[in-house]
């Protein structure tokens, strides 16, 4: 009888007498599996002795001569056992491998790989499954590769089951320390329809090319095997391969396999996490996700977009938010599928793109198929917006007088103390109704500053290069009325009388004692005005559990202390004329020489509706003149334009305090609801709101809820965000193929806020210029903008702000942010303050430490360090 099987007579032999190993491996070779070369001793070619037979000894030496034709010189001999690697009962690890053989102890190694049938833990093994018994196995004589990097790879997650991913354990050198489980690999995941990658470790061992090659061989394992499968692989020294060693069928429970998910979904928390920095609370995205959808919807009808198109994008307005690990990202496919019904849009996808601070585009993929208008649908709309555009000023007065009628002066809650529930229920479906649905100036303002500051940062680009585009961003300093500017000089105001009181109250208040600043008689009021105005707009502030400056004046009071010392120190009160930008003209045409900052006389120093100029920024005119000196038609259409632009700027900053204020009714509201529950025991405390849906607490209250259990769900909601905020931030953007709350399905890709190596050493970065000129001074990284405060003269360096910076801003001589874009509230306020501003500079929180001193020039947007 043969002792010794080759691959074509292991097949013919089948798995009853090559063993399950040996039949594997015959099969994937003839499937031309890349693997080094073998053949298969049956275990009948053991004596009666317990020793080889010269005829066996001489076959098996035949054999190794030619694998040793091959350039094998070493091998792995392994047992395959006829019971072994079955669909049902694994043996693996139950019998003796024997690694790195040379050719003369090939046999000896046969031996003892047979006769390991015998041990006593295989006997077990075996009566633990039902095997009645003893049975020697057979054994693999396969080339050894030197391996530069081995492991094992499972054709499905063999902890969660799940069989659309394929996860991949790597070593460097051999694997054998690996599958004994005496050392740890890295661990790869994959999406097994599309062998994206899902999450790599990092340091890798392996590429992102090698780790697909890996799984491929996987996925063509369970095509043939119709099953997944669980194999080894090696590369060799030179990183030839993967070589396939083995493969058997995963026996761990799996999940049932499913249509796999190929649609292509793009998060992207640019922008909005200016807005929703951190954990946001579930009655938080609900009410914003309901706002945002009430409020496009609106939009796209106000401009004569049909009612069936808009239905038929249901989904995608319902879907322009999303929570990932408890933070708020855009949708990005909602988004651009929406924008896609408008006219031009195509021409205007990098202006809508600039005002959502989005740092890459979007793949196409992730939009799909998008119908654009037809002319007549096209048209109708053009004439839509050119009507809001006319009415605007009529509107935003509506708008206004909706909401003095909605949002009561200042922030007491007494009008809603000593209402029942079902009538907290009714003032905010009221909310809903006059201003939530009718959100009419705020978006058409949005979208029409959108298409203005997109539109005329293109032609002065066209019109007169990056002069133009320097001009462009002069223009649109320091408006002079926007209201987010405001707090900033009622701190200073607060801090100049603080500073008056004399050292005592300075010190009552740094103690802690907030009841000795609010009896002043002169800083008291102070505060007290600030607040009732002002109150809502705090750190977080568009999220409703955030506490207020009513619940916790010491940000407040904290910017006050450093307004105070910033009058010692002789810091300036008020910010000066810019600094000379490096692009400023000194010769354009006859006359006296002109820069493009200088700032305009005072006859040209004011604007009302429309004009878009004021406060300390340059006129247009009074740099135009220069730039197009002998053009006097571009000069008038570029002025009419800017101006326009600088008015719809103003706006937006303006109606987004609006907004504000809406959330901050709509919080107390939902507050005094959590106190009815909370009265009637269907909460703990009021605060407990937070936890709990819109739809729920409104349900609650009239008479609509799925489960009256209450506490359950907030107990299930606080464990949540334990959990999520357990998790490190997520990236900036997020690519995945499947649910949202499925971590699995996220590929690994997208901007994330780490620094690339030797960034640290770089001298000078880049990011997007906000204007304002120079300043100089010490770093402080702001962190968590509560508890860490600037001091006076400091560079403020954050990953994002929002208007409750405010505080911090007072303080600064500059800001450097990761986050944002040029019609950011950062970069808005700044400007208006006449802060020299830095945005989108990535990784600034980990180039820069607190304590270094940099220069910041907010006209070309680089930040410098200085050396010591």
């Known amino acids: 009888m043969a002792f010794t099987l080759a691959i074509q007579d292991i097949i013919a032999a089948g798995a009853g007498v090559a063993g399950g190993k040996g039949f594997a491996l015959a099969q994937s070779s003839s499937a031309g599996v890349p693997m080094p070369g073998f053949f298969v001793v049956v275990p009948e070619a053991l004596g009666e002795d317990g020793s080889l037979p010269p005829e066996a000894v001489a076959e098996i030496e035949t054999r190794l001569a030619g694998l040793v034709r091959e350039k094998l010189t070493r091998f792995a001999v392994r047992s395959s056992a006829r019971?072994?690697?079955?669909?049902?009962?694994?043996?693996?690890?139950?019998?003796?491998?024997?690694?790195?053989?040379t050719a003369d102890d090939v046999p000896t190694a046969v031996v003892h790989v047979i006769r390991s049938g015998l041990a006593g833990s295989v006997a077990d093994y075996r009566t633990a499954k039902g095997l009645t018994g003893a049975e020697l196995p057979a054994v693999v004589v396969q080339g050894m590769v030197a391996a530069s990097a081995a492991g094992v790879a499972f054709g499905a997650d063999p902890v969660s089951g799940r069989t659309d991913r394929v996860v991949i354990s790597a070593v460097q050198g051999l694997g054998d320390r690996l599958v004994a489980g005496e050392q740890d690999g890295e661990t790869w995941r994959l999406d097994k329809a599309t062998l994206e990658i899902l999450d790599s470790p990092d340091d890798a061992i392996l590429t992102d090319a090698q780790a697909k090659a890996v799984a491929?061989?996987?996925?063509?394992?369970?095509?043939?095997?119709?099953?997944?499968?669980?194999?080894?692989?090696?590369?060799?020294?030179?990183?030839?391969?993967p070589f396939h060693l083995q493969d058997r069928p995963i026996t761990s429970r799996l999940l049932p396999a499913w249509t796999p998910e190929t649609k292509l979904t793009v998060l992207d928390n640019s922008n909005i996490v200016e807005s929703y920095p951190g954990l946001v609370s579930p009655l938080t995205f609900s009410f914003a996700a309901m706002a945002y959808d009430r409020v496009y919807r609106a939009f796209l009808g106000m401009i004569g977009v049909r009612r069936t198109v808009i239905d038929a994008h249901a989904a995608d307005l319902a879907g322009m938010l999303t929570l990932v690990d408890g933070r708020m990202y855009y949708n990005l496919g909602s988004w651009y599928r929406l924008l896609s019904l408008l006219p031009l849009f195509t021409k205007n996808r990098a202006s809508m793109e600039t005002m959502m601070g989005v740092s890459q585009p979007l793949p196409d993929e992730a939009v799909g198929d998008t119908a654009r208008p037809g002319v007549l649908a096209a048209l109708r709309m053009i004439l839509g917006l050119f009507r809001g555009a006319l009415l605007l000023p009529v509107t935003r007065a509506r708008f206004m007088s909706r909401m003095a009628a909605c949002v009561p002066p200042g922030r007491s809650a007494d009008d809603l103390a000593q209402k029942p529930l079902s009538a907290l229920a009714a003032e905010y479906r009221r909310i809903e109704a006059a201003l939530l649905d009718r959100w009419d100036a705020p978006i058409v303002n949005d979208f029409l500053?959108?298409?203005?500051?997109?539109?005329?940062?293109?032609?002065?680009?066209?019109w007169a290069g990056p002069n133009g585009l320097a001009l462009h961003n002069d223009v649109m300093i320091g408006q002079g009325d926007i209201v987010s500017a405001e707090p900033a000089r009622l701190i200073r105001?607060?801090?100049?009388?603080?500073?008056?009181?004399?050292?005592?109250?300075?010190?009552?208040?740094?103690?802690?004692?907030?009841?000795?600043?609010?009896?002043?008689?002169?800083?008291?009021?102070?505060?007290?005005?600030?607040?009732?105005?002002?109150g809502d707009r705090r750190i977080g502030e568009l999220k409703l559990e955030s506490p207020t400056l009513s619940d916790d004046p010491a940000p407040l009071l904290a910017a006050v202390l450093a307004a105070s010392r910033k009058n010692d120190t002789g810091f300036r009160k008020s910010p000066p004329p810019p600094t000379p930008p490096r692009h400023s003209l000194t010769r354009m045409g006859g006359g006296e020489p002109k820069r493009l900052d200088s700032p305009p006389p005072a006859s040209e120093a004011s604007g009302g509706e429309g004009s878009g100029v004021g406060g300390t920024a340059p006129a247009p005119d009074t740099t135009l003149s220069a730039l197009f000196h002998d053009k006097p038609v571009k000069r008038r259409v570029?002025?009419?334009?800017?101006?326009?632009?600088?008015?719809?700027?103003?706006?937006?900053?303006?109606?987004?305090?609006?907004?504000?204020?809406?959330?901050?009714?709509a919080r107390r509201v939902f507050l005094a609801m959590g106190a009815a529950l909370a009265a009637t025991g269907r909460v703990e405390n009021a605060a407990d709101v937070f936890c709990l849906t819109v739809d729920e607490v409104l349900g609650a209250a009239e008479g609509h809820a799925v489960t009256h259990d209450l506490a359950g769900l907030v107990a299930?909601?606080?464990?949540?965000?334990?959990?999520?905020?357990?998790?490190?931030?997520?990236?900036?953007?997020?690519?995945?193929?499947?649910?949202?709350?499925?971590?699995?399905?996220?590929?690994?890709?997208g901007t994330t806020a780490t620094v690339s190596p030797g960034i640290d050493a770089q001298k000078e970065r880049r990011g997007t210029p906000c204007g304002s000129g120079r300043a100089r001074g010490k770093v402080r990284v702001i962190r968590d903008p509560v508890t860490d405060q600037l001091q006076p003269g400091e560079i403020l360096v954050a990953r994002h702000t929002d208007p409750g910076w405010i505080q911090h801003f007072v303080n600064a001589a500059a800001v450097v942010v990761e986050r944002g874009s040029v019609l950011s509230h950062s970069a808005i306020v700044s400007r208006e303050l006449g802060i020299p501003c830095v945005v989108a500079l990535a990784g600034a929180c980990a180039w820069l430490t607190t304590g270094e001193e940099v220069e910041v020039d907010g006209s070309i947007g680089t930040v410098r360090r200085i050396d010591a």
């Open 449 to 462: 500053c959108m298409m203005a500051y997109g539109g005329s940062r293109r032609l002065m680009e066209r």
């Open 83 to 101: 019971s072994e690697d079955g669909a049902a009962d694994s043996h693996a690890g139950q019998f003796l491998t024997v690694l790195d053989v």
């Open 216 to 241: 491929a061989l996987c996925v063509r394992a369970e095509a043939r095997k119709a099953r997944p499968q669980d194999i080894e692989w090696a590369f060799g020294p030179d990183g030839a391969g």
């Open 638 to 665: 570029a002025s009419a334009l800017l101006a326009y632009t600088k008015a719809r700027v103003r706006d937006r900053e303006n109606l987004r305090f609006e907004r504000t204020r809406i959330f901050g009714r």
């Open 716 to 749: 299930l909601r606080k464990a949540e965000r334990t959990r999520d905020a357990a998790l490190p931030d997520p990236p900036e953007r997020i690519l995945l193929r499947g649910a949202v709350g499925d971590r699995s399905a996220r590929i690994r890709a």
């Open 493 to 534: 105001a607060a801090g100049e009388a603080l500073a008056q009181a004399g050292p005592a109250l300075r010190d009552q208040i740094t103690a802690g004692d907030v009841a000795a600043a609010f009896a002043h008689p002169a800083l008291g009021p102070q505060l007290r005005a600030y607040i009732d105005r002002f």
